[in-house]
């Protein structure tokens, strides 16, 4: 069965600094793996899937197969870019359906 | 609104009560699925259905739940003898086929007191 952590409930960090978000999945295949965010009040939103290879709102996240990890950085955070995150893992053998971890809130305060 | 629609939004009802929520998809997705959110926890997997058919039912989905999609376009999840522990946001996400984004609707937070 497939499997996404995510160690921190919160990270608090100023504005300007960077942001490391940590994603560690188990499956035994060959996963798609996406980070969904949730700004406040507002509905569950892709921010960006891995076969992408491309950065959104100045995010980026490398699947390091060898790690099982699927990391979301962004080097110069924004007040905006306040919101949760959830590393979704999509299993092809397992019906399309999105595994999520347990999400982390971030918090940039000015 | 274009997107993932869901009602209603907010539901109390009383232990052992039945309750049913709506999901209407956006128009011509085939996929539509079922997830269940509890406080401090990641949305967990509950049904998909692709048109009419429900290929999949987790675990989580003990005999009280039922979800139907009858006409391959919205879907109804109906829970029996609501207890407690069924508190939660049900969501809702639905995507053109199985390669493709999952868009989710705002959710139907239903409290069980």
């Known amino acids: 069965a497939q499997r996404v952590t995510q160690p921190e409930k919160l990270l608090s960090v100023f504005k300007g600094a960077p942001v490391e978000l940590k994603c560690n999945y188990s499956y035994s295949g060959s996963p798609e793996l996406f980070w969904y965010v949730q700004y406040s009040r507002q509905r569950l939103q892709l921010l960006l899937r891995?076969?992408s290879r491309e950065s959104i709102k100045g995010f980026t996240a490398d699947l390091n197969k060898g790690e099982t990890s699927f990391h979301l950085k962004k080097p110069f955070a924004q007040e905006e870019d306040s919101a949760m995150y959830y590393c979704a893992l999509q299993a092809w053998a397992a019906g399309n359906k999105l595994t999520f971890g347990g999400g982390t809130r971030v918090l940039v305060k000015p | 609104d274009t997107g993932v629609s869901q009602d209603p939004r907010h539901k109390i009802t009383k232990r052992g009560q039945n309750v049913t929520f709506r999901c209407d998809p956006i128009?011509?997705?085939?996929?539509l699925y079922w997830y269940r959110q509890t406080l401090g926890q990641g949305p967990e997997f509950l049904t998909y259905?692709?048109?009419?058919?429900?290929?999949?039912k987790s675990r989580l989905l003990s005999d009280r739940f039922s979800a139907e999609r009858p006409k391959g376009s919205f879907s109804t999840l109906e829970i029996q003898r609501t207890e407690q522990g069924d508190s939660a946001m049900y969501l809702c996400?639905?995507?053109?086929?199985?390669?493709?984004?999952?868009?989710f609707g705002q959710g139907t937070r239903l409290t069980v007191v």
């Open positions: 128009s011509e997705h085939n996929r």
């Open positions: 259905f692709q048109n009419e058919a429900q290929l999949e």
């Open positions: 891995h076969i």
């Open positions: 996400a639905s995507s053109l086929d199985r390669d493709t984004e999952a868009f």
